[in-house]
């Protein structure tokens, strides 16, 4: 006996819909093909077999609140001229990845934002959106123009992105850059990889993987029960004063900010250890960091801020440093 209807799985265009973690998502919205190496704007893109060319077109088309898919094809890099601006509710961002999704970083899908002039082209995306999620997709920022110095950028309500990438090439001497800021409300972030051990960074800088400064992303924009689940935070240091995740005020975390089974390293070609890898510019007033089943990897303490805890048993002063394997 068959628990459902459907013994052989649900398709559409031959892609498997709930089919593990490269299944489309089922819904009762529209699903937009985008394939940058062969499609063309001039299509609908509701066809597979005649994809729209560029993921603004696909925006463009998605209706808010209709749960309509973006589906990424990943032949070819989606590039950008402008920062993608997500303003949409419950739109979803969907690569297609030949391991069937689950990889935290090498995605099949890249979207990718390159130099341009306009000083508000602060990233590759900025969510501002209700409910809108990103699933197999790498996000990289090459851009060198002055404000655009971060990656991703959230600032939605209930954002969802797992198994995605997100990574800043430029900017490795300027403090305030980094690859996420995290100014969501009730975000979560599953399996995702944030930074890079490949580029390092120069001088004492405060330039962390994670940025949490409240109104960074948009005004009156902060991080509110925000989740980080089996993430890696990866980082080459170049001096003791640079950090993984930072904050610069006290009200930043409002409420809760839960980081489960998460790694922190810094590599071990970097040239130096950061002192500390969660830090924060003030004591936390207005909510909690919380870690739990958490470890750090060449980093001296992972947090000394009032404010941040570790929910291990036993763990020491430094929140869980992760010991050598002999």
């Known amino acids: 006996m068959t628990v459902t209807n459907f013994p052989a799985g649900i398709s559409s265009y031959g892609i498997p819909v709930m089919g593990g973690g490269g299944g489309l998502p089922a819904t009762k919205g529209t699903y937009y093909f985008v394939d940058y190496g062969s499609g063309s704007d001039s299509n609908n893109g ?26 990424l094809m990943g032949n070819s890099t989606h590039v950008l001229t402008e ?16 391991s069937g999704g689950g ?60 198994n995605c990438e997100i990574y800043k090439s430029t900017d490795l001497d300027v403090t305030g850059a980094a690859e996420l800021v995290a100014n969501g409300d009730s975000s979560h972030y599953l399996n995702c990889y944030i930074g890079s051990t490949a580029n390092a960074l120069s001088g004492a800088i405060i330039r962390p993987c994670v940025l949490v400064t409240g109104g960074t992303a948009a005004t009156g924009k902060k991080a509110r029960d925000v989740t980080f689940e089996g993430c890696i935070f990866a980082r080459k240091c170049g001096n003791a004063a640079n950090n993984l995740v ?60 009032t404010g941040v805890f570790s929910a291990d048993p036993a763990s020491d002063a430094a929140g869980g440093e992760s010991t050598q394997m002999a």
């Not at 920062?83 to 030949?98: A, E, I, P, Y």
């Not at 099949?108 to 590759?124: I, P, Q």
Request: hydrophobic share 40%.
């Open 83 to 98: 920062m993608l601006t997500v303003s949409k509710n419950r739109v979803h961002f969907w690569g297609m990845d030949g």
């Open 46 to 71: 509701t066809d597979i077999d005649e994809p729209l060319k560029t993921i603004n077109q696909a925006y463009t088309l998605a209706t808010s609140n209709a749960d309509d898919v973006i589906v």
């Open 103 to 162: 990889r935290r970083y090498g995605q099949n899908a890249k979207v990718s934002l390159g130099v341009t002039t306009a000083a508000t082209d602060l990233g590759t995306v900025l969510c501002t959106g209700v409910r809108c999620s990103f699933h197999n997709i790498k996000f990289i920022n090459n851009n060198t123009v002055a404000q655009g110095i971060y990656c991703f950028l959230d600032g939605g309500e209930y954002t969802f992105m797992s």
């Open 246 to 305: 930072y904050g610069a005020n006290a009200t930043d975390v409002e409420r809760l900010m839960y980081f489960k089974d998460c790694l922190f390293y810094n590599s071990l070609l970097a040239a130096a250890d950061p002192d500390v890898g969660i830090e924060f510019g003030a004591a936390q007033t207005e909510g909690s960091v919380i870690l739990k089943g958490c470890a750090s990897v060449s980093i001296t303490a992972l947090s000394d801020t």
